[in-house]
């Protein structure tokens, strides 16, 4: 310590303090012979003053220590918003993309249908005489009579399989309209099912059936998904 603070003369008294890496700070130096009752008093307002100096860097330390883990936080936030922002961009868009495709295959199938023979047939399945039957039975129910004024909505509904089907509903329709519609079309092996809609998650079940669709928020157009029960 005497190499390091090289005094020039004995005795020799000093106050140091760690600093910055492995070095010390002198904060008081005193050599040559002094009155006992002058060092303690130099020493007591050297320590007190210097006490001060480091309970404030202290302080400052603190503050600065809270001031970036609450701006990591808010970072932190800001990048879960965009995150959360993107996957709903994402999901619109594939949703909407799906929505154009859906149509475009409706187009050309009524495009077919208006030709000369009966294209439309040869379009549908037809895997048993009966469901054939049930289907031409049901297609006077696929589509809901409108009110002349009254507002519309798109539903698109997806089946477990992947399937997609889009119905026209009035505003006024309430989700009971559209289970009579999904259970018109005699798909095989629905039973029991439920509507959810993803954006914001909710469930159309039985207690909603007597609600409009205008309502439960499905305008101008929206999407749900059939989930067997």
Same mark, same amino acid.
């Given at each position: 310590m005497a190499a390091t603070l090289r005094p020039s003369s004995f005795p020799f008294c000093a106050v140091i303090a760690p600093a910055a890496g492995n070095s010390i700070a002198v904060l008081q130096q005193m050599e040559g012979p002094i009155d006992p009752a002058e060092l303690v008093e130099i020493l007591q307002r050297t320590v007190e003053e210097q006490g001060s100096?480091?309970?404030r860097e202290e302080e400052q330390m603190r503050a600065r220590i809270q001031e970036a883990e609450r701006l990591r936080a808010i970072e932190k936030e800001e990048a879960k918003l965009r995150a $959360?922002?993107?996957?709903?961009?994402?999901? $619109? /868009? /594939?949703y909407? /993309? /799906?929505?154009?495709? @859906?149509?475009?295959?409706?187009?050309?199938?009524n495009a077919r249908a208006q030709k000369p023979g009966d294209a439309s047939i040869r379009q549908m399945p037809s895997p048993t005489g009966k469901q054939i039957g049930k289907t031409r039975l +049901?297609?006077?129910?696929?589509?809901?009579q409108h009110t002349q004024g009254t507002q519309t909505t798109q539903i698109l509904i997806r089946f477990p399989n992947g399937e997609r089907r889009e119905q026209s509903f009035a505003s006024t329709d309430t989700i009971l309209s559209v289970y009579?519609?999904? $259970?018109?079309?005699?798909?095989?092996?629905?039973? +029991?099912?439920?509507?959810?809609?993803?954006?914001?998650?909710?469930?159309?079940?039985? @207690?909603?059936?007597?609600?409009t669709l205008k309502d439960a928020g499905l305008l101008p157009r929206a999407s749900l998904f059939l989930e067997l029960l």
């Open positions: 100096a480091f309970g $959360d922002r993107q996957l709903r961009e994402e999901q $619109d /868009a /594939a909407f /993309a /799906a929505l154009r495709i @859906d149509q475009e295959k409706e187009r050309l199938r +049901n297609s006077s129910t696929r589509e809901p009579r519609y999904i $259970d018109s079309l005699g798909l095989p092996g629905l039973g +029991n099912y439920r509507l959810i809609s993803s954006f914001p998650r909710k469930i159309y079940g039985v @207690d909603q059936m007597g609600m």
